[in-house]
């Protein structure tokens, strides 16, 4: 299995607050993606990194942020969770960017009350 | 843009029976096709994944899919189902052209005793 870790795996936060998930990666990609996924919805692109610094936004990247500081960690932030960002969000990694296939975390779910 | 449209939501088989999971994609170019399986509560693991040269691939667990450009089609197979097959699938593409995956809403196989 590709080495990836998210924290926290689980998560229950009232409307309102900010809330900060964390991907990490031993494989040295250069590229990560945050997904959410929805019933019915499948995964949809939050934002993604094509390096340090280097950061893109996705299909529903709106109540989103994203930071990148080093290869290995990249933070998805939530800057004041609403409802409907109740979901659970799966980081992916890729080598390359086009044609590469992706390597998911195991996710995390969130709940925001 | 790209797209892709998994036909059934829920298929159900029993087991011991063939496994047709279907998936039809559009993209103005050539296409790069996936297929990832999620077991409950899981990231999505790769099953299998077309990018050039022979359109029948093959992938693990004994599931293979072909690549039919005529039909814009990407369905996965499998001739005998097994318990363990029990699972969420998810069509995805991806192009040269950029460094999105698109995937499908899924599709969730039961499988009968």
């Known amino acids: 299995d590709a080495g990836i870790t998210q924290s926290p795996r689980h998560k229950v936060t009232e409307t309102g607050t900010p809330v900060t998930l964390r991907c990490h990666q031993t494989?040295?990609?250069?590229?990560m993606y945050w997904y959410r996924q929805d019933p019915g919805h499948g995964l949809r692109l939050i934002h993604y990194?094509?390096?340090?610094?280097?950061?893109d936004k996705g299909e529903v990247s709106d109540g989103y942020s994203v930071s990148r500081s080093k290869t290995e960690d990249f933070l998805l932030t939530l800057e004041s969770a609403t409802s409907s960002q109740t979901s659970v969000y799966f980081c992916?990694?890729?080598?390359?960017?086009?044609?590469?296939?992706?390597?998911f975390g195991p996710g995390t779910r969130l709940t925001v009350l | 843009a790209q797209s892709v449209t998994q036909l059934g939501s829920h298929v159900s088989v029993s087991e011991g029976a063939l496994v047709l999971l279907r998936c039809n994609y559009s993209?103005?170019?050539?296409?790069?096709l996936f297929w990832y399986v999620q077991y409950p509560n899981q990231g999505l693991q790769l099953l299998l994944k077309?990018?050039?040269?022979?359109?029948l691939v093959k992938g693990i667990n004994g599931f293979e899919a072909e690549f039919k450009k005529s039909e814009t089609s990407f369905h996965l197979t499998k001739p005998s189902a097994h318990m363990s097959d029990a699972a969420e699938y998810f069509c995805?593409?991806?192009?040269?052209?950029?460094?999105?995956?698109?995937f499908g809403t899924g599709t969730s196989l039961t499988v009968i005793p």
């Open positions: 993209s103005s170019v050539p296409p790069y």
């Open positions: 992916a990694i890729s080598e390359r960017g086009w044609g590469n296939e992706q390597f």
């Open positions: 077309y990018t050039t040269g022979a359109t």
């Open positions: 990194s094509y390096g340090v610094k280097d950061t």
């Open positions: 995805a593409v991806t192009t040269t052209e950029g460094n999105q995956f698109y």
């Open positions: 494989e040295n990609h250069r590229y």
